[in-house]
């Protein structure tokens, strides 16, 4: 089976304030992998941590990976308004990637 | 950069008939594509696994008669959905694997949206 919880489901805060998203996985990776998508519209690749990394940062994302609790945080600060998107975490083990069911972030502005 | 194409990126087409749908690795190599479907408001599942030069692997519950696929170069792969259906609607991605040493990348296409009348 495909495997991927993410909590929550959705997350409505104010511009400004931080966001985080939490993934949970059930088998053994070679790394995970965070990407938003803008309704309706592809996938970007926001970042990628292996899975001999604990932690991640890039701009205003950072992440964090805990491969003995099989869970991935992704957290976003300052946020802005144009950050609304749905987020989802990719488990990557060998080729095959497995998604997550996603959090779906609206930013107030 | 790594960029991988989808065409078309929308088709709408009726009942019975079959939808080809492309996706290009523009830069690069890709020995491995995949497949995903996605419906409205949930996550990317993963259809099958295009492997150049050799048969689709499908996942568990995809018919591989439905979803026909072919992966005739190291830059392209084709899934047809044949004898479409209202239900087979959808939001379909490719992905394009790169190897970059241990830690293997895939690339996204944009994604082409299928609606089935």
């Known amino acids: 089976s495909q495997q991927g919880e993410e909590d929550p489901q959705a997350l409505s805060i104010q511009e400004g304030e931080n966001a985080t998203m939490n993934c949970s996985y059930k088998t053994s990776i070679n790394n995970l992998q965070w990407y938003r998508q803008n309704s309706g519209r592809g996938l970007v690749h926001l970042i990628l941590i292996r899975s001999n990394e604990r932690e991640k940062h890039s701009g205003r994302l950072r992440v964090t990976l805990d491969t003995s609790k099989k869970s991935s945080s992704l957290l976003i600060t300052a946020s802005r308004a144009a950050d609304t998107a749905s987020y989802f975490c990719a488990t990557a083990n060998f080729n095959k990637f497995y998604f997550g069911s996603g959090t779906k972030l609206n930013v107030k502005p | 950069g790594a960029v991988v194409s989808q065409h078309p990126s929308r088709v709408i087409c009726k009942s019975g008939t079959s939808v080809k749908i492309e996706c290009r690795s523009l830069?690069?190599?890709?020995?491995?594509m995949f497949w995903y479907r996605q419906f409205p408001k949930q996550s990317l599942m993963l259809m099958a696994t295009s492997n150049e030069g050799s048969k689709a692997t499908y996942e568990q519950g995809v018919e591989k008669d439905k979803f026909l696929i072919n992966h005739a170069s190291l830059t392209l792969s084709t899934l047809t959905v044949t004898s479409a259906h209202p239900e087979d609607s959808s939001f379909y991605i490719c992905s394009a694997h790169r190897t970059s040493g241990f830690y293997n990348e895939q690339f996204f296409g944009p994604g082409t949206r299928l609606t089935v009348l």
């Open positions: 830069d690069f190599q890709a020995t491995t």
